[in-house]
């Protein structure tokens, strides 16, 4: 399956709840566009979580483009499929990986968010690369997370740093990243334990496993990934905020994007947060995380 298939697999739910939607809207012989025309498009654009801002702002370029005018559907979907483009342009290099030593990539999010499975996709994408990765679990509060990981990482043949249950996360990182420099490892991994954003004592232990890793090596956390679940919508944005204050965040995986019809989540993001979406998940498998670029993913939810 290509990548555009997949993408559009993924969006199954926002596809056929937009063209459902926009079917409703055309009549066979073209739509004069009018403000309760207008108006409807709005509540369309809406119903996939791209937040009011962005929804206006594509409603009233197809306003100054056609208003007043008869016109068919494929006129309207591409002037919005045109704004949207614009709306999550970003930087095309997903991973920035350093010249020398391991790149370390450290992992966040809230519980329940998909991230240990991010992780195992992750790896699967730089091991597909000829790259070799060390994984840590830094997340020794839930035994489960670390079972997890470590079956993740003999199935995928990544090497894999754990400690004791309850053991200090930082401790855990600090070996990850000194056995990465140890076996001149590509990728260094950096699992964290799932955590609501407004717990601050443990937003502060992030702050601790940022802080330990850049003392290792130079510049690191190269890259701070916050996974963030599609379903929760808007959710996320806040999500995003509070973590990126604490440690940085350079990116997002936008997961279970499969399970939702508000796909429309990834332009709210890109408007109201300067963080790119460096990876979407289309499915459960180990290959289904796809780098994430607007056009194929506009292109993707308004296919017909």
């Given at each position: 399956m290509?990548i555009f298939?997949?993408?559009?697999q993924?969006l199954a739910?926002?596809?056929?709840l937009?063209?459902?939607d926009?079917?409703?809207?055309?009549?066979?012989?073209?739509q004069?566009?009018?403000?309760?025309?207008l108006?409807?498009?709005?509540?369309?654009?809406i119903?996939?979580?791209?937040?009011v801002?962005?929804?206006?702002?594509?409603?009233?370029e197809?306003?100054v483009?056609?208003?007043?005018?008869?016109?068919?559907?494929a006129?309207?979907l591409?002037v919005?499929?045109?704004?949207?483009?614009?709306?999550?342009?970003?930087?095309e290099?997903?991973?920035r990986?350093v010249?020398s030593?391991p790149t370390?990539?450290?992992?966040?999010?809230?519980?329940?968010?998909?991230?240990?499975?991010?992780?195992?996709?992750?790896t699967?994408?730089?091991?597909?690369?000829?790259?070799?990765?060390?994984?840590?679990?830094?997340d020794?509060?839930?035994?489960?997370?670390?079972?997890?990981?470590?079956?993740?990482?003999?199935?995928l043949?990544a090497?894999i740093?754990v400690?004791?249950?309850?053991?200090?996360?930082?401790?855990v990182?600090?070996?990850?990243?000194?056995?990465a420099?140890?076996?001149?490892?590509d990728v260094c991994?950096?699992?964290?334990?799932?955590r609501?954003?407004?717990q601050q004592?443990?937003?502060?232990?992030?702050?601790?496993?940022h802080?330990?890793?850049?003392k290792?090596?130079?510049?690191a956390?190269h890259?701070?990934?916050?996974?963030?679940?599609?379903?929760?919508?808007?959710?996320g944005?806040s999500?995003?905020?509070?973590f990126t204050?604490?440690?940085?965040?350079?990116?997002?995986?936008?997961?279970?994007?499969?399970?939702?019809?508000?796909g429309?989540?990834?332009v709210?993001?890109?408007?109201?947060?300067?963080?790119?979406?460096?990876?979407?998940g289309?499915?459960?498998?180990?290959d289904?995380?796809?780098?994430?670029?607007p056009?194929?993913?506009?292109?993707?939810?308004?296919?017909?």
């Open positions: 290509g298939d997949k993408i559009k993924g739910k926002t596809v056929r937009l063209n459902t926009i079917r409703d809207l055309f009549k066979s012989g073209g004069l566009v009018d403000e309760q025309f108006d409807k498009l709005f509540e369309m654009l119903k996939t979580d791209m937040g801002t962005s929804a206006q702002d594509t409603v009233d197809v306003r483009q056609y208003r007043g005018r008869v016109v068919q559907m006129d309207v591409e919005i499929k045109v704004k949207l483009k614009l709306l999550m342009a970003q930087p290099e997903p991973i990986f010249t030593g370390v990539v450290m992992v966040c999010g809230v519980n329940g968010c998909g991230k240990t499975t991010s992780i195992a996709k992750l699967s994408t730089f091991l597909a690369d000829g790259k070799r990765v060390v994984l840590g679990a830094a020794t509060f839930r035994a489960a997370a670390t079972e997890q990981l470590t079956i993740w990482a003999q199935r043949g090497e740093v400690g004791p249950a309850g053991s200090d996360p930082a401790s990182a600090h070996q990850a990243v000194a056995k420099i140890e076996t001149r490892a991994i950096i699992d964290t334990a799932g609501l954003q407004t004592n443990l937003m502060r232990e992030l702050e601790k496993i802080r330990v890793i850049g290792q090596v130079p510049d956390p890259e701070v990934i916050l996974v963030l679940d599609a379903t929760t919508g808007q959710n944005i999500q995003a905020k509070h204050e604490i440690v940085k965040c350079t990116g997002i995986i936008l997961t279970k994007l499969d399970g939702t019809a508000k429309g989540v990834v709210a993001i890109r408007r109201l947060i300067d963080l790119p979406v460096k990876y979407i289309v499915g459960e498998s180990a289904d995380l796809v780098v994430f670029e056009a194929p993913f506009v292109d993707a939810m308004f296919e017909q």
